[in-house]
Nanobody, 117 residues
C-alpha cells in the first residue's frame, strides 16, 4: 500500500512563498503521474499542477508563472514551490499519485495553506 504524506503548509501573507512536499512510501518513478490538488472551503477540489513519469508538467491557469512542480526521485518526494501567493490560493492541498500500469489512485491527507494578512 502506497502512502503519501504532505507537509509544508501554513499561514503566509499575500505575496509570500511556501514549498509543499509530498513524500511517498515507494519509488515515485513507479507512478504514471503525480499531481497537486487543492480544495477551498465550500468549493470543489481542483487540479493545481501535475508531473508525468517522463517529467512533463502542467498547471492550472490560475497558478501559471507562480507555482512550480518538481520531484526528487532519490528522495521519493514531489514538491510544489508556491510564490506570489494570493488569498484565493487558500485551501487544503492534496498530493495525488497514479500508479503506472494498474492505474491505482493514491491520496495524501492534505496540508492547509492559508494566505492572509
Amino acid at each position: 500500500q502506497v502512502q503519501l504524506v504532505e507537509s509544508g503548509g501554513g499561514l503566509v501573507q499575500p505575496g509570500g512563498s511556501l514549498r509543499l512536499s509530498c513524500a511517498a512510501s515507494g519509488r515515485i518513478l513507479n507512478f504514471n503521474a503525480m499531481r497537486w490538488y487543492r480544495q477551498a472551503p465550500g468549493k470543489q477540489r481542483e487540479l493545481v499542477a501535475g508531473i508525468t513519469r517522463s517529467g512533463f508538467t502542467n498547471y492550472a491557469d490560475s497558478v501559471k508563472g507562480r507555482f512550480t512542480i518538481s520531484r526528487d526521485a532519490a528522495k521519493n518526494t514531489m514538491y510544489l514551490q508556491m510564490t506570489t501567493l494570493k488569498p484565493e490560493d487558500t485551501g487544503v492541498y492534496y498530493c495525488n499519485a497514479i500508479m503506472y500500469g494498474t492505474g491505482d489512485d493514491y491520496w495524501g491527507q492534505g496540508t492547509q495553506v492559508t494566505v492572509s494578512s
